[in-house]
């Protein structure tokens, strides 16, 4: 934006970050930039951009929630009728952002999706609050209502539907796990000279790590 002040990345406090410096394990140097983002009171550190794009090459983007990252990938829910699951449907390739701006740090992923198990999504539905639970069912996620008050009507019905008893996961609601075959790590530096570390996924499963020109 014209007039907009340019912001100027402190590298000061920062830890090494170079080809020679990282560890071997994106996961890992994930785990580690993610509890230091925590620990500087980032807000909503899991926040993610997630984007997809459909059969014929169109792109959306939105924010979802990380919901668990290990060995295997990232994982996030939600509803298997939205606009995402139906773009995943069709091209199950995906990409995550993560942008964490008390720290000047994004870290890029990209991968395929696939659905976690029915299993794994209910245990997680499970730990949510009683009324995301009831918003899970009650939402008809990315289809046209008529209104706010559509919507308070069916969690209304929900409510004396369940009543005080448990409220089992909706079939058309669970998790998708992103396999990531790349994880870039940015770290911003003075003079827009920042950091960029490229983890590539080998055929041995083994990563490829590469340090890119900002």
Excluded at 49 to 60: I, K, M, N, P, Q
Aim: one cysteine or more; proline letters at 5%; charged letters at 25%.
């Amino acid at each position: 934006m014209r007039g907009a002040k340019q912001v100027e990345y402190n590298a000061a406090a920062m830890d090494n970050f170079s080809k020679s410096d990282v560890d071997i394990d994106p996961i890992r140097r994930f785990h580690l930039w993610f509890d230091q983002a925590v620990k500087a009171m980032q807000l909503d550190p899991d926040a993610m951009t997630l984007s997809t794009a459909s059969s014929d090459g169109r792109v959306s983007s939105r924010v979802v929630l990380l919901k668990g990252c290990s060995e295997r990938g990232f994982v996030f829910y939600t509803n298997y009728e939205s606009r995402k699951s139906s773009e995943l449907g069709e091209n199950p390739w995906a990409a995550l952002t993560f942008y964490w701006s008390v720290l000047h740090r994004q870290v890029r992923v990209e991968g395929r999706v696939e659905r976690v198990s029915a299993e794994e999504s209910a245990e997680y539905f499970a730990t949510r609050p009683r009324g995301s639970q009831l918003g899970a069912w009650a939402s008809p996620q990315s289809q046209e209502i008529s209104g706010r008050s559509e919507l308070d009507q069916r969690v209304a019905d929900l409510e004396r539907r369940f009543q005080d008893g448990p409220i089992p996961c909706p079939p058309n609601w669970g998790g998708f796990l992103l396999r990531p075959v790349s994880i870039e790590f940015w770290q911003g530096r003075e003079n827009r000279l920042h950091d960029r570390i490229l983890y590539t996924v080998q055929a041995d499963g083994s990563w490829r790590i590469s340090q890119l020109a900002p």
